[in-house]
């Protein structure tokens, strides 16, 4: 009969607990996505860690009315970075109505992110350093607001959903949320991209996810609620 020493019992058990831990972090977790006062989608996302990686998962698709008809939007984002926020590697498809985008990055030997992009027009191939942004578009969940809400204006953000780097002014100010009948102290973050200005509120206690989130983009504003 085999036996464990006790030493590799204990290595297994701690081995055990920390891929029961990071199986924990991989639970889904829901928003519901808001327009124009209707409910019309569902978003997922997924957060999963290892010591020195976390992923970060986003998709929904919805059917949004323009004027008599209706117009199909989905998303499907995920980016996977290292504990020093640089990104090895992202994928993203976009559909926005007739409009259909792919986007692949992955990071080189030498630190350069290779970003190819395609859609009915063809691929296109760029290059974008690592001193070129500040963080990613999907840095929000999960990450502590220290990470992102940057004393440099603008803020230098890589944008997986389009997979270029865009200029963000990035402000926070405290405020505080009535949940569950108590008072939580929470950060509200304004972002500001060009002409579109989103918002995103993130309590002390909700492991640092955005309870809501509105995002301005060209189609309108589009406001996720965190489900618990």
């Known amino acids: 009969m085999n036996v464990i020493p006790p030493c590799v019992f204990a290595a297994l058990v701690a081995s055990t607990l920390a891929t029961a831990a990071w199986a924990e972090e991989a639970r889904p977790i829901f928003y519901e996505v808001s327009f124009k006062n209707g409910l019309v989608a ?19 698709e919805a ?12 998303e499907d984002l995920s980016v996977t970075t290292a504990t020093n926020g640089a990104v090895i590697r992202f994928h993203a498809n976009r559909v926005d109505g007739a409009i259909r985008i792919e986007i692949v990055g992955t990071a080189e030997s030498d630190g350069m992110l290779r970003v190819v992009r395609s859609d009915r027009a063809g691929s296109v191939t760029n290059y974008i350093a690592r001193d070129a942004y500040d963080f990613n578009s999907l840095i929000l969940y999960g990450n502590p607001t220290t990470d992102f809400v940057t004393t440099n204006q603008p803020a230098r953000v890589l944008d997986i959903a389009e997979g270029h780097v865009v200029p963000v002014q990035v402000s926070g100010n405290s405020e505080s949320l009535t949940v569950e009948r108590q008072n939580v102290k929470t950060l509200h973050v304004t972002w500001v991209e060009g002409a579109h200005t989103s918002h995103s509120w993130h309590p002390e206690r909700f492991s640092n996810l955005p309870v809501r989130y509105i995002r301005q983009t060209d189609a309108g504003e589009f406001t996720f609620f965190l489900q618990r």
């Open 42 to 60: 569902t978003q997922t996302v997924t957060i999963t860690q290892t010591p020195d990686e976390k992923t970060v998962t986003t998709s929904f």
């Open 63 to 74: 059917e949004v009315p323009v004027f008599v008809a209706h117009h199909r939007i989905a």
